[in-house]
């Protein structure tokens, strides 16, 4: 039931109640943080837990309502597995299948043909940490030979108890919107281990606003200019009237804002991280202390970078990075990278929900990087093209690689926030299905590129003579 309160001020913001319920509740992460440095640094484990898992569940009370009782069946049901299956690879499949089945079940009966904030959108998050825990566990029983330097940093040496299950799991610095940790990690957080101040909380206040303050300017970006550029407009008959150039424009700068709905969430609670320590990761090599554990987003380079690959880099860094090490490090015994980053890209569509919409922006996405890659390979084999690369004339193919870049970043983000066939459809028509025709094109001509632009090794040998 929707109390006054919340209806005046989604009102006064010009925006939906559950929208404003979620960065309301991301915001009260910076008191629950204040909270634990002052009352339960170093405290005995228990009543950490105990701290984490109360104000999580009070969140997703106040967001989901007796809805939350979703996530805790799956933390449930998760710490079962754990303890009646053990370091198996039976446990970390039932583990896999009854998650992803649960969320996808979720996002069946809950779906609409619009974006919704609803339980399944934090569930999403527990449902690769509870993945991720099963597979922690499994590594835990490996030799540390057989391990990775990244899998001995994560594996669990004991089975963890229910309620360190459930303080993982609710921890207000991730629940709702991310980042993704391990429990190793939260451990270390709950044994006092992450701060730069041995015996004290981590003097952590001024990165933490920062962090803060730079969401907020993200948020503003995208509440003042959002409704300038709204979803809906996709599917007048006014935007399939505008000039080609204008329909392309108006979709590279709807992408920029419409991406500030999801930096300015993970930025802002990537400031709760630090605060309460779980954010510090240690010193760089002159020694200087660093915050980056949780970054979901490394802002800077997402706006200058022209690549394609390194804006994924630089966007919601912390789910790639599980994905990472999780689903395409574990398919190696493929034997084939394409075929392992495909099945990966696909584990992504999948999870994010079951609209056509996500299949195909991950797809683009497929075919953009290659492209990509095989593009800068040529550029790098070129003596002209490097020349080119490092001359006054750079700045202005800086321009228009950027340009490039930006519209075809947004290309891919239509059928994802658009969803339905019908819908995405009919965008990608009124742009004459330019991205699917510029990439193709690119991909069919590189061939030849390549002979006119890159001397064979022969002549190379001779040049040099």
């Known amino acids: 039931m929707a109390a006054p309160w919340m209806e005046k001020l989604s009102e006064s913001l010009g925006s939906s109640e559950p929208a404003v319920r979620l960065i309301l509740s991301v915001l009260i992460g910076y008191p629950f943080a204040l909270i634990y440095r002052k009352c339960f640094f170093r405290r005995p484990p228990c009543a950490v837990h105990l701290f984490h898992t109360l104000s999580g569940l009070a969140l997703a009370a106040f967001n989901f309502g007796s809805q939350l009782y979703h996530s805790a069946v799956c933390v449930v049901v998760q710490f079962l597995l754990l303890r009646l299956m053990g370091r198996t690879v039976t446990a970390v499949l039932s583990s896999f299948l009854f998650q992803m089945t649960y969320l996808l079940c979720g996002y069946y009966y809950t779906a609409t043909d619009q974006y919704d904030i609803k339980w399944t959108m934090p569930h999403c998050v527990l449902t690769l940490k509870l993945i991720g825990l099963s597979f922690d566990y499994y590594d835990g029983g490996k030799e540390r030979s057989q391990l990775s330097a990244e899998q001995q940093s994560s594996a669990l040496s004991a089975v963890p108890s229910l309620l360190e299950v459930c303080g993982f799991s609710y921890f207000y610095g991730g629940f709702l919107v991310g980042p993704q940790f391990t429990l190793r990690s939260y451990q270390r957080l709950v044994s006092g281990e992450l701060t730069d101040c041995p015996g004290q909380p981590p003097s952590s206040v001024l990165p933490a606003m920062k962090r803060f303050f730079l969401g907020l300017v993200c948020l503003t970006i995208f509440t003042v200019g959002g409704p300038y550029f709204p979803d809906s407009y996709f599917l007048t008959e006014e935007y399939e009237a505008q000039p080609f150039w204008f329909r392309c424009l108006y979709m590279l700068i709807w992408a920029k804002i419409t991406l500030y709905k999801y ?4 930025v802002i609670a990537e400031g709760v991280c630090i605060l309460c320590g779980m954010g510090y ?23 200058t970078t022209p690549l394609f690959t390194g804006t994924i880099a630089s966007f919601n860094i912390n789910t790639n990075a599980w994905v990472a090490r999780h689903v395409f490090k574990r398919l190696k015994f493929l034997g084939n990278k394409m075929a392992s980053q495909l099945l990966t890209l696909l584990f992504l569509a999948v999870w994010h929900g079951l609209h056509s919409g996500y299949l195909v922006c991950f797809s683009l996405e497929f075919i953009i990087v290659n492209v990509e890659r095989k593009v800068m390979a040529v550029v790098r084999d070129s003596p002209l093209l490097m020349r080119l690369a490092t001359s006054p004339l750079y700045p202005l193919i800086y321009g228009v690689q950027q340009l490039l870049h930006w519209l075809f970043m947004a290309y891919p983000l239509v059928p994802f926030c658009l969803f339905t066939y019908d819908k995405w459809l009919k965008v990608y028509s009124s742009v004459y299905f330019c991205g699917h025709v510029f990439f193709f094109t690119i991909y069919l001509i590189l061939p030849y590129l390549r002979k006119g632009l890159v001397p064979r090794k022969g002549e190379d040998v001779k040049k040099d003579a």
């Open 263 to 266: 930096v300015s969430c993970w």
């Open 281 to 303: 990761n240690g010193k760089d090599e002159k020694g200087v202390h660093q915050w980056d554990a949780c970054a979901n987003m490394r802002v800077w380079h997402y706006e």
